[in-house]
């Protein structure tokens, strides 16, 4: 076995090897950027080496900086994680070359599968069903919709180099292939420097599933399952699963038996995962096979009960496996959410900055429920531009997919992070979701089912009423807390109003306390709670039904947030209620149209353009002033009319940069 | 007897519909209250007591003497916030507008006198059509009135004014008296002279929002502390101010239970301060993170944004925090930040409010807008201010401390009591890169550069002030709040007086 190994990335995946390794004796050594100084994966290896500037291009991706760091440190082999240099062949091949072990496939099969069309072939070779499609190269938009025709509408056009959506466009007459095809080609040539494109079959009501494969050197290969990862945005996976609530022990079968084939036929080791389409009548098709652990690899762990990395550390050793394929058994589900800094009400508009607040939910096994948390964060750390923009996978796991689903809506409303914009709401709707909760997937699903993107989850009745009581029980706490201060009035202490109003939206309640909570509209309401004014969660029940909820306080009550939705709460006087209808509807009160610099200072760039519509939020000008950089952001959502100001500008207080319409 | 009780319920049931039914109507028509629902807004149930309900005015004028109210536009009396006594006056807009006459005058004079007798705070709610023309000087002599109650009171017992609605002409000095104004958006503006006044002497055109609204006069003109959606929301904001208020200079500051534990660590502080000293954070989380279950209020915020001024509580007990504000201008003083921040701190002064500075300063503001716009006094004033505070002072140097404003920031020199810093402070002159160009001034940039990283290395760190006993100790980012707690427990005991005088001579 080794005694020390690296680990060539950084975020929760490095941790995710540490803690494996560690469990196996194994030292580690992590490798950090200079945005990376402070991250928590260089605080929990046992040496950290510095690679380079924060840009991945100056540090993960330089092979020699790794090699250096090896040499250093003395690791006898690298776990490369996923992204940055684990799928990169010449990688591979330097480690081989400097005597240092490859935790992962061999280079041949990563360049093998590294290329779609190259690893299409292959995989049509080894018996695997593939999408209708052209495999050869295509010169042309004339030739795009000529084999476009041949195939038969709708198509898809694909980069060959392509990942992540780039380069990806869906054609369903000859104009949209035509412009598909320049588009697919010239994102490709921008993004990979190759624009070699392709075209195939596009699959309807498609489903993501994709099967873990584990091989070692001796030539066994086995599959754990599959994963679903149906939930996507713009292709980048959200939410997955495991087991598939679409497949038959048939389908996984021949899908597992194909993509063993597949593996063999590339003389693969470690661990993998074949990635398929499927479509509505379970027909497969191979889409791609990544040659290296999988971000959503812990759902697989969880009910295959193996350890991902602790295999992959042993069968780079050239240990066999332990497991024949009949010792592989499925148990329970497992349900995975990416947290991502992003505002899902806000267009999913990516956010960075300081992670003020980090509280994720604690991580355990009680009652056949395990919650697992894999992140790379703690607070008081930085979520930075330069990555991806993940901030943890959280997991749970349960006996049946309704009760894996359930752990991760309660492990959601126990996970608070202020400072940056996250979609925890949005990961706690889809649970709540009921087309999500009867597995009716397709990789469509987000699109079709938020259009006009996400304004928090749908409430009925008896959730606005467990949260009015919840409300109005914290706000009584913090009433009589409020009467118990010195300097009263020795013998007129005062006791608030014992009915009070609940406003939720536009339904108003009327509350009272009563011996076991409230009474709510004249029904007795059951309400036990351990809230304190300050605590920055509610945990209690109502009439015996656990809640937790995370709390902001605002001046007239609480933001109470959980099951995929942030509700504002206010309690109020009932003389107050009624003063409220007299109440002026609230305006922004922002008359302006125009943005103004906010102090003295040169502008370093201008985002906006003439024309351009821009979402409050969105940064519009970065101004230097005092030697800082200040980004200037839309206060609500404007149609920019004019630019005023340009990169280099010298600005006056309270001159024009930009009007708005 | 029977009668006579009666008659006193018709009598109050008759004062208390103001202007009557229709006038009520019109003002909810216009998103405000009355001014006997503001107070019961305020107050805490049934406990306000009205005082000169009956007072009706005596003008012989302009057929004046056939027009009475009872009340005569104003509502007077006390109650309670929270157990908590105080004085009231609300100006009735429904009945003469809420224009002030003699009589309405002498109603808010007394509930002033009573409360600075009593050492009660005294609130003011405006919403009033100025002077009672029809009585001439005898209006012009009641503001007066107000006027020197307001002088006297001051620094004895808190004033607040909340205007809801027009405060204009002589309306508004009183309220400038006071030491705290908040308004309600969209309805509410204050002006000493209005719109059409303005346009017939300067030719300027201008709507009474864009001339004295909330937003003018929180962001632009910083006569107001706040302002708030609406009168409800205003209400209940005031209650929670009051919350944190001593009585009068002589009680010290209110104390409630808490359940925030004083020795609470933040770990995340550590990482507060960016590595790249030229990156902006925000000092609100340090705030937040000190402050007892993280209920800060914030006063003018709005205003001068580079220094936040505000309350917060540190084991229960009320504390001003003066913070800067790197978001901001990189949290530079400049005059507006001076004046808002010297307010304040003679405002915690005057009521024994023990005062937590935070400071990340890297100077004075350059440039002719500042000095031509008396820099120098303003910076005196936050000064003044400083020097001549009494009340507990702890001091927290996060970042920078450079040059003058090291000095003016509640430092050791100004008496600070307790004067940490976190290992990430710069106390200096000025930046390296500026103090080496100035002491090697005729050498090359190689030179410079080589000598920046020595003066770096020897100045910009907390221990050459430590060394010195400037800085009493170098602390943990995460302990602030058990030091910050734990400096004002010992120093509850603290006694310093000023020589005596009649009273100094701010640099106005």
Redesign the interface.
Known sequence: MFDKILIANRGEIACRVIKSARAMGIKTVAVYSDADALALHVREADEAVHIGGAPAAESYLVIDKILDAIKQTGAQAVHPGYGFLSENKAFAEALDKAGVAFIGPPAGAIEAMGDKITSKKLAAEAGVSTVPGHMGLIEDADEAVTIANKIGYPVMIKASAGGGGKGMRVAFNDDEAREGFQSSKNEAASSFGDDRIFIEKFVTQPRHIEIQILGDKHGNVIYLGERECSIQRRNQKVIEEAPSPFLDAKTRKAMGEQSIALAQAVDYCSAGTVEFIVDGDKNFYFLEMNTRLQVEHPVTELITGVDLVEEMIKVAVGEKLSLKQKDVKLNGWAMESRIYAEDPYRGFLPSTGRLSRYRPPVEQVVDGITVRNDTGVYEGGEISLFYDPMIAKLVTHGPDRLAAIDAMGDALDNFRIDGIRHNIDFCGAIMQHARFRNGALTTAFIDEEYPDGFEGAPMDSARIEELAVIGFTMSQMTQMRATEGSQVLAGHQFTPDVEQAVQIDDLVFTASKSAQGVVLNGVDIEVESEWLPGDLFFFGAVNGKPISLVVDRHSEGYTLTGRGAAVKVSVRRLVAQEAMAYMPEKTDGTSDKELVCPMPGVVVSVAVEEGQSVKAGEPLAVVEAMKMENILRAEKDLTVIKVLCAAGDKLAVDEVMVEFE | MRDIVEELEERRRIARLGGGKKRIEAQ??R???TAR?RL??LL??D?FEEIDMFVEHDCQEFGMQDNKVPGDGVVTGWG?V????IYVFAKDFTVFGGSLSRAHSKKINKVQDMALRNGVPIIGILDAGGARIQEGVDALGGYAEVFQRNTLASGVIPQITMIMGPCAGGDVYSPALTDFIFMV???SYMFVTGPDVVKTVTNEEVTAEELGGA?VHTSKSSVADGA??????A???LR?LI?FL??SNR?GV???????VRDRVE??????IP?NP?????MM?LVEKVV????FFEIQKDFAKNVITGFGRVE?KTVGFVPSQ?????G?LDSDASRKAARFVRFCDCFDVPIVTFVDV?GF?P?T?QEYGGLIKHGAKLLFAYAEATVPKVTIITRKAYGGAYDVMASKHLRGDFNYAWPTAEIAVMGAKGAVEIIFRNSTEEEIAEQTSQYEERFLNPFVAAERGYIDEVIQPHNTRRRVARALALLSSKKLDNPWKKHDNIPL
Do not use: C, Q
């Open positions: 909810h028509g998103g405000k209250l629902e019961d807004l805490d149930p406990s309670t929270n157990g908590r006594p958006r969209n309805t937003k708030y959606d609406n009168d409800v929301e209400l209940t904001e929670r919350d001593p009585l009680t209110p104390e409630r239970p808490t359940f925030d770990h995340s502080l550590d990482t507060l590595d030229n990156m902006p954070y925000d989380e007892d279950e993280g209920d229960g790197p978001m901001t201008l990189a530079v890297p503001l440039g807008s």
